[in-house]
C-alpha cells in the first residue's frame, strides 16, 4: 500500500488544521492507520492510531482533546484534525498502515506499521 499525506503548511498558535492521507488500494478491515510525527533533532513520536473497520482510535497523551484520528472507508483515506495547535506540535508528520490481524490492539510502534507515507510538514508559528 502507498500512502500519499498532505494538509501540511503554516498555522498560527490556536489555530487548527487537517492533514490527510490517501492509500493508493482499497484499506482492509483489519488494517489499522496511524499517524507519527518527527520534529527537528528528535526521534519519531506516535501521534494517533486508527483501525479501520470498528474506528476504534488511541492518542498519545500529548493531542488527547485536541487532535482526532479519522477514516474514510469510500475514498480509502485517513484524516488528522488538530485543534489548538501549539509551537511543540510543529513537526513532519507520517502516515503509516499495519496489516494487524483480527482483534489486534492498536499499537504506538512504528516497527509495527508496515509502509509509511512520505510525510507533510507544518509548522505552528506567529
Known amino acids: 500500500v502507498l500512502l500519499q499525506a498532505s494538509g501540511g503548511g503554516l498555522v498560527q498558535p490556536g489555530g487548527s488544521l487537517r492533514l490527510s492521507c490517501a492509500a493508493s488500494?482499497?484499506?482492509?478491515?483489519?488494517?489499522?492507520m496511524g499517524w507519527f510525527r518527527q520534529a527537528p533533532g528528535k526521534e519519531r513520536q506516535f501521534v494517533a492510531a486508527?483501525?479501520?473497520?470498528?474506528?476504534?482510535?488511541y492518542y498519545t497523551d500529548s493531542v488527547k482533546g485536541r487532535f482526532k484520528i479519522s477514516r474514510d472507508s469510500a475514498t480509502d483515506t485517513v484524516y488528522l484534525r488538530m485543534d489548538s495547535l501549539k509551537a511543540e506540535d510543529t513537526a513532519v508528520y507520517y502516515c503509516?498502515?499495519?496489516?494487524?490481524?483480527?482483534?489486534?490492539?492498536?499499537?504506538?510502534?512504528?516497527?509495527?506499521?508496515?509502509?509509511w507515507g512520505q510525510g507533510t510538514q507544518f509548522t505552528v508559528s506567529s
Open positions: 503509516a498502515v499495519r496489516q494487524a490481524r483480527s482483534s489486534t490492539p492498536l499499537s504506538a510502534s512504528g516497527a509495527l506499521y508496515d509502509s
Open positions: 488500494e482499497p484499506i482492509l478491515s483489519n488494517y489499522h
Open positions: 486508527i483501525s479501520w473497520r470498528e474506528a476504534n482510535t
